[in-house]
């Protein structure tokens, strides 16, 4: 199994400003994942975090708006840019060890609020 | 693109009474694992089926995935107050791409 760990656990925010989430895993893990969650509902794919590479985002999600950061295989940022009330949500990072189960463990989460 | 519903949205049972919920995807799926989040949490792995018609029990809980490896459900044996949260299903296609498609989630209350 995989420990992580997210920074800030939960923040408010102004319209405009921007946020760097931090996540920190306590082994090497081959995929790191970025999800954004309203509360009561399901989780959405912001980006698969990709060490040394660029990160690879689905539909609707832009590098601009979402920059995320992989220096090595236990650490990621994501920071969500020019704030507005309507990214107000839980963003949860998540790691997979790669090692054919897929498997992925969960940080806390970090709510923000844009004000 | 690549969808996994996921029935009920809600269930409310009586403590001790069965809970199932139902997966089912658009596409076949390479395997398909199953996540509870209790309120206030986060998601937390609970399992992971691989093969085809595949059956596995965890305590009171039975994961069954579909032969055509596009449906899948959880049920529940005489729930508890324990047991209560959200539980989703989630998807991977195939390739060596590790990220999954998750359901909208069956958020079950129990009633002691």
């Known amino acids: 199994s995989a420990v992580i760990s997210q920074k800030p656990s939960r923040d408010i925010c102004q319209r405009g400003t921007s946020l760097t989430i931090q996540c920190q895993v306590d082994s090497q893990v081959t995929m790191m994942f970025w999800y954004r969650q309203q509360p009561g509902q399901s989780l959405t794919l912001i980006a698969t975090a990709n060490q040394g590479s660029e990160a690879t985002y689905e539909s609707g999600f832009v590098i601009d708006k979402f920059p995320i950061s992989r220096p090595n295989l236990t650490f990621s940022t994501l920071t969500v840019s020019n704030l507005s009330p309507e990214d107000s949500s839980i963003y949860l990072c998540?790691?997979?060890?790669?090692?054919?189960?897929?498997?992925?463990?969960f940080g806390p989460g970090t709510r923000l609020t844009v004000t | 693109g690549q969808q996994v519903m996921q029935i009920p949205q809600y269930q409310h049972v009586q403590e001790g009474e069965d809970f199932t919920t139902y997966c089912n995807s658009s596409?076949?799926?390479?395997?398909i694992q199953w996540y509870k989040q209790r309120p206030g949490g986060h998601p937390v792995f609970l399992i992971q089926?691989?093969?085809?018609?595949e059956v596995k029990k965890q305590k009171r809980l039975t994961f069954q995935f579909g032969e055509a490896k596009k449906n899948s459900s959880l049920h529940i044996t005489a729930t508890q107050t324990t047991d209560v949260g959200t539980y989703f299903c989630?998807?991977?296609?195939?390739?060596?791409?590790?990220?999954?498609?998750f359901g909208k989630g069956t958020k079950l209350s129990v009633k002691p």
């Open positions: 998540s790691a997979s060890k790669g090692d054919g189960t897929y498997e992925q463990y």
């Open positions: 596409t076949t799926l390479s395997n």
């Open positions: 089926l691989v093969k085809s018609g």
């Open positions: 989630a998807g991977k296609g195939g390739g060596s791409q590790g990220n999954l498609i």
